[in-house]
């Protein structure tokens, strides 16, 4: 049982220590493609939602009961899936995906490589600013377990998760992995771990930071473009803003 604890405070405390360490390894492409994705979070899309986020935040926290929400999905099954969940986008979630990135490299399957990279940059920025705004903040858990409870890393993490992959793989991936990250948010509340208006942040952040990624991918892949001005889609099914 004290393995847990350790667990979480490698995945992520240290997680930004590992990436930086493999960016090295990576070569200069992943740290030209990292400094370029914390550009993209200042462009008109990522800056447009974090705004947003922070707006309907806001309007939660001044609504929201200060007591929480816990235990509002009544039944087993709701408390399996809040258990598998929170391993998912908790714990499981940065070593899959540097684990996922390592093993394109290894296997040299450039696609594989690539979605590594591309969520590894996401959740850097992702847990960065998360961890930065926890400590900032110092909010207390609705069930009194910590004072890190503004904003939420797992909204964040899945909702990153969702924009990356949504891009690269299209909508028949990215539809339920949203749908999964719209979850993953009810089910902190539900568990008593976050407010509402820490999800609405987590999940915004989570969201500005994946789409950041996947410009960045974009601009030197040459593809029309994930995120821009006007509204398309291609022959993939990926949103286009041009």
């Known amino acids: 049982m004290k393995l847990l604890p350790q667990l979480r405070n490698f995945t992520r405390g240290k997680f930004l220590i590992a990436v930086l360490v493999a960016a090295v390894a990576a070569g200069q492409d992943f740290v030209e493609n990292t400094l370029e994705t914390g550009e993209n979070l200042f462009s008109s899309i990522p800056l447009s939602i974090l705004t947003a986020g922070a707006a309907g935040s806001f309007f939660a926290f001044k609504t929201e009961d200060p007591a929480g929400y816990r235990g509002f999905l009544l039944g087993q099954p709701f408390a399996t899936m809040d258990r598998v969940d929170n391993l998912i986008f908790g714990e499981a979630l940065?070593?899959?995906?540097?684990?996922?990135?390592?093993?394109?490299?290894?296997?040299?399957?450039?696609?594989?490589?690539n979605t590594g990279e591309e969520l590894c940059r996401g959740l850097l920025y992702t847990y960065s600013i998360v961890q930065t705004l926890k400590y900032a903040t110092g909010r207390t858990r609705p069930d009194g377990s910590s004072n890190r409870s503004f904003p939420?890393?797992?909204?964040?993490?899945?909702?990153?998760?969702?924009?990356?992959?949504?891009?690269?793989?299209?909508?028949?991936?990215?539809?339920?992995?949203?749908?999964?990250?719209?979850?993953?948010?009810?089910?902190?509340?539900?568990?008593?771990?976050?407010?509402?208006?820490?999800?609405?942040?987590?999940?915004?952040?989570?969201?500005?930071?994946g789409i950041a990624s996947a410009i960045a991918d974009n601009n030197e892949e040459g593809k029309s473009g994930f995120f821009s001005f006007s509204l398309s889609v291609d022959t993939e099914g990926r949103i286009g803003l041009w």
Do not use: Q
């Open 94 to 113: 940065p070593v899959s995906t540097a684990t996922l990135w390592i093993a394109g490299r290894l296997s040299d399957s450039v696609k594989m490589e």
């Open 152 to 209: 939420s890393g797992h909204a964040a993490g899945a909702s990153c998760t969702a924009a990356v992959l949504w891009n690269r793989y299209g909508p028949e991936v990215g539809i339920p992995l949203s749908a999964l990250a719209l979850y993953t948010c009810v089910s902190r509340v539900n568990l008593g771990k976050h407010f509402p208006s820490d999800v609405v942040l987590g999940a915004a952040i989570g969201a500005a930071c």
